[in-house]
């Protein structure tokens, strides 16, 4: 997520850090790096020139050319603009009156029906009662698709009858919804490869029935600068009181969320950054912009961590890894944790000074952990006896072969996991003689 964009401005920040005083010259030649990282991160042109003329106006101010600090006032300013930029503070929907109607709207291929699965889970476990109305009845499969998304989150889907229009299905899950005392009822609704008379009129007629206090856009964040005429379209023919961005996990440049916003003064109220239905956050713009800028969110981070990681797990992995008597069996339950957070690429950004690292180093720190490794980590463990993985001295050379011909790896792969196992043991040791060290000066 703004990998590109955050190594660009990542740049010239080390650039300015480096002047003991800035001049109008070096503010100037900053912020063309900055234009050029923006567009090239498919913001939208309009958006670039309003935001490099409010950071202009306030470096070229007193606070900054003859600050002490001048690298970092100027930065400061930057990250106050992305924040204005974002939308200032986080929104949130509606959900006053029972129930409160939401419709989720979008072009075909946006991942709407997704979302409505993942927006469904993310209300329940917040103790809502949710329903979802599957009103997407010409796409094939679609009412089958939030059926199985329904099924496995935990709530009720009301469904088309043959012959049902859109607005009729609607009024029917609206009266079902109120006689279930549902908090929330959520509508998926049909999508075009883009916006048409015929889509905009089945929505409004879907609104004026329905009265939703939420209309939500949800918009591929992989789109780029279409996405703005795209949510300009819905905005202007529907009416939106927000937007949801996915696969914001797989855009690398992430133009969108920095654009969308500003177009059309509709808040941002959450991202999706997977495929996963634990995989949608809440767009806090103050955090976005910190991760952008490669201070990453310590905050969003923690809340990830919470949420993943009942209070008991996080007890006895601590006094695995700290009080050194970790194991494999500790080892195991440490990747099915860091799995449950998300992919690990996601997680080192919101690390502060992380993006600011080669990629070869940031590779080193992930351990080479992606998806695929980790599975394949899981079946080594797995492939040894419960005795190997409590008493990992155990494992010689014969005992490796056997490991690996278990899992249907190679004796390389159970060196490299010693390996990997032997330095994070290291690294707990370590870490545990500082927290000594510290308490005593502390004393």
Do not use: W
């Amino acid at each position: 997520m703004f990998d590109k964009l955050s190594q660009s401005l990542q740049s010239v920040f080390r650039d300015l850090r480096g002047y003991g005083k800035l001049t109008e010259a070096n503010v100037k030649d900053a912020l063309r790096e900055i234009r050029l990282a923006l567009l090239e991160a498919d913001v939208h042109f309009q958006v670039v020139k309003d935001f490099i003329t409010r950071v202009r106006e306030k470096a070229l101010g007193e606070d900054v050319l003859k600050s002490i600090t001048p690298g970092q006032q100027f930065i400061k300013h930057v990250h106050d603009e992305m924040v204005s930029l974002l939308g200032g503070t986080g929104a949130s929907f509606d959900l006053s009156g029972r129930p409160a109607a939401i419709i989720m709207l979008g072009l075909h291929g946006s991942g709407k029906t997704t979302t409505t699965g993942k927006l469904a889970r993310k209300f329940k476990q917040d103790g809502k009662q949710v329903m979802v109305a599957a009103c997407d009845i010409r796409r094939p499969a679609a009412v089958d698709q939030l059926s199985i998304l329904a099924d496995e989150v935990g709530v009720d889907i009301i469904k088309p009858r043959p012959g049902e229009s859109v607005p009729a299905l609607g009024r029917r899950a609206l009266e079902e919804a109120k006689e279930k005392l549902a908090d929330v009822v959520i509508f998926d609704t049909g999508g075009r490869f883009q916006v048409d008379e015929e889509l905009v009129l089945e929505l409004k007629e879907l609104s004026n029935t329905v009265k939703p206090r939420n209309t939500v856009l949800v918009l591929d964040a992989a789109i780029g600068q279409e996405s703005v005429a795209v949510a300009e379209t819905f905005h202007r023919e529907v009416g939106l009181t927000g937007m949801i961005l996915t696969k914001l996990d797989g855009d690398a440049r992430g133009g969108a969320a920095l654009s969308v916003r500003a177009v059309t003064n509709c808040p941002v109220l959450l991202v999706g950054t997977g495929e996963k239905a634990a995989d949608l956050e809440e767009f806090h713009p103050d955090r976005m912009a910190s991760r952008i800028l490669g201070k990453g969110d310590v905050v969003s981070l923690v809340e990830k961590a919470q949420e993943a990681m009942a209070g008991e797990d996080v007890e006895d992995m601590g006094k695995a890894m700290f009080g050194g008597s970790m194991n494999f069996e500790d080892f195991l339950k440490q990747i099915r944790q860091i799995r449950k957070l998300g992919p690990l690429e996601n997680l080192l950004e919101m690390i502060p000074g992380m993006n600011d690292l080669p990629d070869k180093v940031r590779g080193q720190l992930s351990g080479g952990k992606t998806e695929d490794e980790m599975k394949r980590t899981e079946a080594l463990i797995l492939s040894m006896t419960p005795l190997e993985r409590r008493k990992p001295s155990l494992i010689n050379a014969s005992r490796r072969k056997r490991i690996a011909r278990g899992a249907g790896l190679e004796v390389r792969h159970v060196n490299e996991l010693i390996k990997k196992f032997e330095m994070t043991k290291k690294m707990s040791k370590r870490f545990k003689k500082q927290q000594k060290r510290l308490l005593k000066l502390g004393r």
